[in-house]
């Protein structure tokens, strides 16, 4: 498996080689390599858009041409993939050439088979140039580690799978396959077990390759998946680029690129102090452009439950980025980094842990409404609360005592009390509440409902408690995505 620390050898080669760049009216080009592990020297092209740098990162692509073709197959006229990609979606792109194609065939590079078709032991291999290449884009300033798409064309389809089953390490966010020859019933097995989206297309005349494709299409987990069977014969590249019969489907590709790789937006560590002097911790997923251009965006603050974390919620958290949010998620006192002083062990936390009906953790989401309000970029008046569990409470008290909050989504709102019952009563806003028809918490769900003026309820079948419903329900993310986004952005252009 490809390791960290390989890392090293990637930053010697950047200061050792004479890369060209090419400063473009759009984007910054530069010829670059990374070496494998195995001891290759990979050419590429990495196009970035303007503005990178180690404080201002980017979301990126990786793209991998066919066996038949180079780098420039997958985007060399301004028109194309790796060209637009910077410049209307804001994504950095690394072009390579596979070990024995162009320049990643020179002198001394160990060529030990013929390669006009890739012998069975190189393809074996090859795999070392996706984990390589993504090691690269993770490490090189300018681009963001967690927000690496890969898109392959037809024969690289396998080695692209087997590489990012190869570097778990570096969160590959979505997947292009433009046909999958060759592709193997492992690597099928694994985006079926992935909630990676997909995004796959094959000519429905070439049905080797289109029966492959609708399968992964057909078993893949995330919603956001898609596919599609143009009429045309073209392969591989051919299905999306400029002058073919389904031209429209490059548009599609890059929007689709924008929001599944793009809007997953930049994360940091942040924390702030409640009125009581507690410091909460929170991790806030955030867009490239927050604060810049004049633009504020519509902000979410997820409140987990009073046993779990920040990123118990991650899922919500990305699907609501995708659509436009920033996002913050918090840690209630007494969890995860949340504390008072400098001990995890101190008096006041364990009265935190042992007392959850009476501890204020309303006073966390205030404070997380006023720091929320207080960045630039951000739509004061536009703040939703999604709470789950023990947060439930904390998002209602917090909101019945701060108008900037406009919307609402409650997941298993159990032990609801008469302090619960007043806030509800008191709230005008649009509220959406989930939970399951077995889970002992409905009760409390039921309740907050029958209580809230403008409610809406969801009750899934079977099981599942608090954040833990969508793995039952996973329809449930999207529909939650729906809410915010229809009482949030509704009427934005």
Same mark, same amino acid.
């Given at each position: 498996m490809f390791v960290r620390s390989f890392s090293l050898s990637i930053l010697i080669v950047l200061l050792g080689m004479a890369a060209a760049a090419r400063a473009d009216e759009h984007f910054i080009s530069k010829e670059v390599e990374y070496k494998t592990e195995d001891g290759w020297t990979i050419s590429a092209t990495l196009r970035l858009p303007p503005g990178a740098?180690?404080?201002?990162?980017?979301?990126?692509?990786?793209?991998?041409?066919?066996?038949?073709?180079?780098?420039?197959?997958?985007?060399?006229?301004?028109?194309?993939?790796?060209?637009?990609?910077?410049?209307?979606?804001?994504?950095?792109?690394?072009?390579?050439?596979?070990?024995?194609?162009?320049?990643?065939?020179?002198?001394?590079?160990?060529?030990?088979?013929e390669l006009h078709d890739f012998s069975t032991k190189m393809r074996e291999q090859m795999y070392r140039d996706v984990t390589g290449a993504l090691q690269f884009m993770a490490d090189y300033p300018g681009v963001d580690r967690l927000r690496i798409g890969v898109l392959a064309s037809q024969f690289s389809a396998e080695p692209a799978v087997r590489g990012i089953r190869e570097t778990a390490s570096i969160p590959t966010r979505a997947l292009v396959l433009l046909g999958g020859e060759g592709l193997s019933d492992d690597s099928k097995g694994y985006l079926a077990s992935v909630n990676m989206p997909l995004y796959v297309g094959a000519s429905i005349l070439d049905k080797p390759v289109f029966l492959d494709m609708a399968e992964v299409y057909a078993n893949a987990r995330n919603p956001d998946s898609h596919m599609f069977a143009p009429q045309s014969a073209g392969r591989g590249f051919n299905l999306v680029r400029r002058g073919t019969q389904p031209?429209?489907?490059?548009?599609?590709?890059?929007?689709?690129?924008?929001?599944?790789?793009?809007?997953?937006?930049?994360?940091?560590?942040?924390?702030?102090?409640?009125?009581?002097?507690?410091?909460?911790?929170?991790?806030?997923?955030?867009?490239?452009?927050?604060?810049? $251009?004049?633009?504020?965006? *519509?902000?979410?603050?997820?409140?987990? !439950? @009073?046993?779990?974390?920040?990123? +118990?919620?991650?899922?919500?958290?990305?699907?609501?980025?995708?659509?436009?949010?920033?996002?913050?998620?918090?840690?209630?006192?007494?969890?995860?980094?949340?504390?008072?002083?400098?001990?995890?062990?101190?008096?006041?936390?364990?009265?935190?842990?042992? $007392?959850?009906?009476?501890? *204020?953790?309303?006073?966390?989401?205030? !404070? @997380?409404?006023?720091?929320?309000? +207080?960045?630039?970029?951000?739509?004061?008046?536009?703040?939703?609360?999604?709470?789950?569990a023990r947060g439930t409470r904390s998002a209602l008290l917090a909101a019945e005592a701060d108008p900037r909050v406009k919307a609402m989504i409650l997941i298993s709102a159990y032990e609801a009390d008469e302090r619960m019952q007043r806030a509800a009563e008191s709230l005008a806003i649009p509220m959406l509440l989930i939970d399951t028809e077995t889970n002992w918490a409905k009760p409390g769900t039921l309740a907050v409902h029958g209580w809230a003026k403008n409610s809406q309820l969801m009750i899934y079948p079977r099981l599942g408690h608090s954040h833990h419903i969508r793995y039952f329900h996973p329809q449930m993310v999207g529909f939650m995505g729906d809410f915010l986004e229809r009482e949030l952005l509704a009427g934005e252009e």
């Open positions: 740098s180690r404080n201002n990162e980017f979301a990126g692509m990786l793209l991998l041409h066919e066996k038949e073709h180079e780098r420039l197959d997958v985007g060399d006229n301004d028109s194309e993939l790796a060209h637009r990609l910077p410049i209307e979606a804001g994504i950095a792109t690394l072009a390579i050439d596979w070990r024995g194609r162009e320049k990643s065939m020179g002198e001394g590079q160990p060529i030990p088979d031209e429209v489907e490059l548009d599609n590709l890059i929007g689709w690129l924008g929001i599944q790789v793009r809007n997953l937006g930049r994360v940091r560590a942040v924390s702030f102090t409640t009125k009581d002097d507690w410091q909460i911790h929170g991790n806030l997923r955030y867009p490239d452009d927050l604060g810049k $251009n004049n633009t504020a965006v *519509p902000a979410v603050i997820q409140v987990s !439950g @009073a046993r779990s974390n920040r990123y +118990s919620m991650y899922r919500f958290e990305e699907e609501f980025s995708r659509r436009g949010f920033a996002v913050l998620s918090i840690e209630l006192r007494g969890r995860g980094q949340s504390m008072q002083g400098e001990s995890f062990d101190s008096e006041e936390v364990f009265e935190v842990r042992e $007392n959850l009906l009476g501890s *204020p953790f309303e006073l966390d989401t205030e !404070g @997380a409404i006023d720091f929320l309000a +207080s960045l630039d970029g951000i739509d004061a008046d536009r703040i939703a609360i999604v709470g789950e």
